[in-house]
Structures are given as structure tokens and as C-alpha cells.
């Protein structure tokens, strides 16, 4: 469904053992004050704070990757819990999660399964605690915040945030396409990723999608000459089934696919990554926008036991950083979503 993010476009109801998942998620919007600018919609209901630790609080993370744009709405959640006397079959543990956006505020009852199609077009199913941000017609950068409150008194609250998101009218403010045996057309087609990595730097791209057209392999190659991270995604998808390589060996710097350009969604089935001369996937800032595999196939074709310059090879990170990686396939690379989100 164009406009929501993650593929959390369609719903159902799904029996879980004592009773029955809930409907559809709370829906939640800036409040009137929020003109745009991340923080301003808190200027009458301050933003929650994570208490100082005195005792023990509740588990929290993210289910979906931060940053996006939506154009109509976003299914965003946690999965949370905490020890209620030992157990957590009353509500995980909780009273609630209470999900903030610029001034709003929802609570969240229950967890229920929520069942999605992802960017493959494959049902999934997710446990978490679910909310929906509904785009009302304006656009700019929204914080979010997720308190997670215990059922035990004696428990303190967790709050995790602001993770940002961002409702917008267009999904994508730029649209490039691959094109290997094409000449370029500014702004338009390039013959190399790289190329239109440059490009997208070069004017600010904040969202952008880059097609790739034609099969057959492809090595992304270098991007901007100078560290880029837009305010989203740029996704990169494939028309036809692509294969992201290295033609062989010749250096450790040459191995390395590193773009300058964080933030990369690389997007669908019909991209698959070969990783045989491939040493990592590299992003530049540990505290910036990281990568997104979304929904891509990542492989080593020469078979899990190929010796990296004739020893075992040492792969602590194949994507670096805190990369997200969603409804991925791998074969053939050990610790492959080592240091994931």
C-alpha cells in the first residue's frame, strides 16, 4: 500500500491462544501546536522523560526502522515486557504503552499480533505493541516517544526516544534510474549507483528512490567524495533480478563497498548481494543514519567455508554498524546480522 512504510499496509485478526488480537492500532497525529520542527508540538505537554534508574524498568526496542517518510500513514511499534512477579502472561507484564507524537498522546492497551505484507509481497506476522501515525495533510519532522509502564508498582517507567519519522506529501522528493549501458541524463538516468549516489548528494536528496534497469551484475561503485546523510532513506530497487558483486580480489580498500552515502535502503527480492569478494558493507557514522536490507538476498557463492585470502574469513560485520535488516534471506556468511539494530 503506497504512503506505509515497513509494509504494515494490511491488517487481520488473528486468534492468540486466550483471546483474539485487537483491531487496528490506536492512531495518533501531531498536536495542533507542531508547525513542522522536530519538538515544537511539545510546547504545552513537555516531552516524556526516561527516570533515572532507581529499580528495575521494563524491556523495550524498536520493531521498525526509524527515519521514514509516510505520505498517508506508518504502523510503527515496540515489543516491551516486564517481570510482574515472576511472570509475564498478564499483558506482558504491563499497564501499557504510551506512544507520544509532537504533543499527542495514545495509549497503547494490549500487544496483538499484527499480520503485513512485506516489500516482497509476503505475509508476515509480528508481535508488538502498535500504533498508527496518520499523516493530516502537513509535513515536516515528527518525534515520537514509547513509555512503556509496569503492572509492579515498585517498577519504574521506560521511555525510549524521540525516534523520528516524517509525514510528507510526496514519499520521495527525488526519482533516478540505472541504466549500465546508457549514457547519463542529469538528474534523470545514470550508468552506475555511484554516479547517482553523487548526484542525490549533490542536491540535498532528503527521501530518494534509485530503480535499477536491466539484470545481470552490477557493482555499486563510489558515490559522493564527501560524507552524505540525507533526513531519510534513499531505497535502491531492481526492475529485474540484480546481483550487487565484486568482480575478484585485489584489495582490502577495493572489497569494501563503502559510497559515502549512509542511509541505503536496498529494497526487494530482486536484488541479491554476493558477498564471495565483497569484505563489508560500510557506513560512515556509528551515531548517524544507518543501512536498511530490506527484504534482499544476501550470499556468498562460493560457499560458506571459501577462505578469505587463503585463511578463515573474519567477518564481525558484514553490513558496519548498526545496520536494520528486515525479512532478509542469507546463505554462505557467518554473523551476518552481527551488530543489527
Known amino acids: 500500500m503506497a504512503g506505509f512504510g515497513f509494509g504494515f499496509g494490511r491488517f487481520s485478526r488473528r486468534r492468540t491462544g486466550r483471546r483474539e488480537a485487537g483491531s487496528l ?17 511539545f510546547a504545552q505537554a513537555a516531552a516524556p522523560v526516561d527516570p533515572q534508574r532507581l529499580t528495575a524498568k521494563p524491556a523495550m526496542r524498536l520493531l521498525v526502522p526509524s527515519d521514514q517518510f509516510y505520505s498517508s500513514g506508518l504502523i ?6 516486564a517481570n510482574n512477579g515472576g511472570s509475564l502472561l498478564q499483558n506482558m507484564g504491563l499497564a501499557g504503552v504510551r506512544v507520544h507524537c509532537e504533543g499527542s498522546q495514545q495509549m497503547i492497551a494490549e500487544p496483538t499480533w499484527r499480520t503485513y505484507r512485506d516489500v516482497n509481497g509476503a505475509v508476515r506476522t ?47 522528493d527525488y526519482s533516478l534510474t540505472i541504466e549500465q549501458d546508457q549514457p547519463a541524463i542529469a538528474g534523470s538516468r545514470y550508468p552506475s549507483v555511484g554516479q547517482a549516489l553523487a548526484y542525490l548528494a549533490s542536491v540535498g536528496a532528503a527521501n530518494p528512490v534509485v530503480t535499477i534497469r536491466g539484470g545481470g ?19 535502491i530497487r531492481a526492475e529485474q533480478p540484480v546481483m550487487i558483486a565484486k568482480p575478484g580480489f585485489t584489495t582490502e580498500a577495493a ?10 535502503r536496498l529494497s526487494g527480492n530482486n536484488i541479491t548481494i554476493d558477498g564471495r569478494f565483497i569484505s563489508s558493507i560500510y557506513q560512515e557514522d556509528p551515531a548517524g543514519r544507518q543501512h536498511w536490507m530490506d527484504g534482499v538476498t544476501i550470499i556468498n557463492s562460493a560457499g560458506r567455508d571459501e577462505m578469505w585470502r587463503s ?4 567477518l564481525s560485520q558484514f553490513v558496519r554498524n548498526a545496520a536494520w535488516f528486515t525479512e532478509c ?6 554473523n551476518i546480522m552481527n551488530g543489527a539494530t
Open 255 to 264: 572489497a569494501t563497498i563503502r559510497t559515502r552515502f549512509d542511509g541505503l
Open 76 to 81: 510503527v511499534g515496540v515489543v516491551a515486557g
Open 25 to 41: 492500532p490506536v492512531r495518533i497525529q501531531p498536536s495542533s501546536f507542531w508547525n513542522g520542527t522536530a519538538g515544537s508540538g
Open 329 to 334: 534471506t542469507t546463505d554462505g556468511l557467518p
Open 126 to 172: 509480528c508481535f508488538g505493541w502498535w500504533a498508527q501515525l496518520v499523516n493530516d495533510g502537513r509535513s515536516g519532522s515528527a518525534q515520537v516517544y514509547f513509555e512503556a509502564i509496569p503492572l509492579d508498582p515498585a517498577m519504574q517507567s521506560r521511555v525510549i526516544g524521540p525516534v523520528r519519522f516524517y509525514p510528507t506529501q510526496a514519499l520521495h
Open 311 to 314: 585463511a578463515p574469513r573474519k
Open 217 to 235: 551484475t552490477i557493482d555499486i561503485g563510489q558515490g559522493p567524495s564527501n560524507n552524505y546523510t540525507p533526513t531519510g532513506y534513499c531505497t
